[in-house]
């Protein structure tokens, strides 16, 4: 099968790439392996090829059929009869929607969900539930808005049923899973968080997202004493943090947070609260002119506990803006650092060019997306 040209650039350059003038290639590398192909849309499962870091296998339904979503409706729940089935799906819409769910939206296994083409959003309901599957990729969707819901039977499978309790209203929260990527999704204003990863999750990327006005942005790790989560991996990659976001925290595992943008936030920017290791690589920190806000990192331990001096955090070529400063600790050359690597981290001087690509990309068929 002769490759398309996105994915010989993506063998062929990979990560040592520098950007050309004139270049519709920025040197993020996801973009880089499918956006220059005007043919996009005919194209669409080349994205599965594309991802990068811990989540890089997630192939989401790049071996199964295309499913079309014609209605926004929760009933009889178009979207939702797609995320159920058991074979793999790269689920499209055909208009631009505004879903409105009546309980959460319950994943199956092998499902990519690709809003590229039109203005796709889910709000104003619960919301996506990642919960012991594997192989999911949401791309290109607008998440807000959302609420608890529960105390309800929910369709999880086709002809299967489970009670639920009371769901979080978390934007995507992602429970005992495997090889799961987020890419070019915008997430606001959530009762949770806006992506929690929990309860054993791993082999997961975050990446090209826009997230803003929020508390309680990314919770990753269920609680300091679950030690399913000690070996989680997660990348987060070229994500542009917002404005109005207040903490994030990180408890246990390895996380690759590298080449992102962080804006004014309110408390902190990467926290921890169980010894994760951090990796922190060509990221931009801009701190706001508040002086009480100006500390990129919280360790989070008891008054007087300094324990958090052992945990490894790192930052690597990291610009530390507006009197932004990053308190490091651990063992700086730590061979944990090596389970927390996932990708080559590009200068953080590259993200002018990058991030303004962040959240959902304006793609118009027949044209460069």
Not at 154 to 173: A, E, W
Not at 275 to 281: D, E, F, L, M
Request: charged letters at 20%; proline letters at 4%; aromatic letters at 8%.
């Amino acid at each position: 099968m002769q490759l398309s040209e996105p994915i010989q650039w993506r063998s062929i350059k990979n990560s040592t790439y520098e950007t050309e003038a004139g270049s519709c290639r920025t040197g993020n590398p996801i973009d880089d392996c499918w956006r220059c192909d005007p043919d996009w849309e005919t194209n669409r499962k080349v994205l599965a090829d594309c991802g990068i870091g811990f989540g890089r296998n997630a192939i989401g339904g790049r071996d199964g059929e295309f499913y079309i979503v014609t209605t926004e409706d929760d009933d009889p729940g178009m979207l939702r009869h797609a995320v159920i089935q058991e074979e793999p799906l790269w689920i499209i819409f055909d208009h631009d929607m505004k879903i409105r769910l009546r309980e959460e939206l319950i994943m199956n296994s092998y499902k990519t969900v690709d809003g590229r083409g039109f203005n796709i959003d889910i709000s104003n309901g619960p919301c996506v539930t990642i919960q012991g599957v594997t192989n999911i990729i949401i791309h290109g969707i607008y998440i807000h808005n959302c609420v608890q819901a529960g105390n309800a039977v929910v369709t999880d499978k086709p002809q299967h049923y489970q009670s639920r309790g009371i769901s979080d209203g978390d934007g995507i929260s992602i429970f005992g899973a495997r090889d799961i990527w987020i890419d070019h999704c915008t997430l606001s204003d959530c009762h949770d968080g806006l992506i929690d990863i929990v309860s054993g999750s791993t082999a997961i990327t975050v990446s090209n997202n826009y997230m803003f006005q929020h508390n309680e942005v990314m919770l990753m790790g269920h609680s300091d004493d679950f030690v399913e989560d000690k070996n989680m991996q997660v990348t987060i990659a070229f994500n542009y943090f917002g404005e109005g976001l207040v903490q994030r925290i990180p408890r246990h595992g390895y996380f690759h947070i590298v080449n992102n943008v962080y804006t004014g936030w309110k408390m902190y920017a990467i926290g921890g609260s169980a010894n994760p290791t951090i990796n922190s690589q060509g990221n931009v920190f801009i701190a706001s002119d508040d002086d009480f806000t100006k500390e990129v990192t919280k360790h989070e331990t008891p008054p007087g506990d300094e324990e958090w001096k052992k945990w490894n955090w790192r930052s690597d070529g990291d610009l530390l803006l507006n009197g932004a400063h990053f308190t490091t600790s651990g063992n700086g050359t730590s061979e944990s650092y090596v389970k927390a690597s996932s990708m080559v981290a590009r200068p953080a001087s590259l993200l002018n060019t990058i991030i303004p690509s962040a959240g959902v990309l304006n793609c118009n068929l027949g044209q460069l997306c």
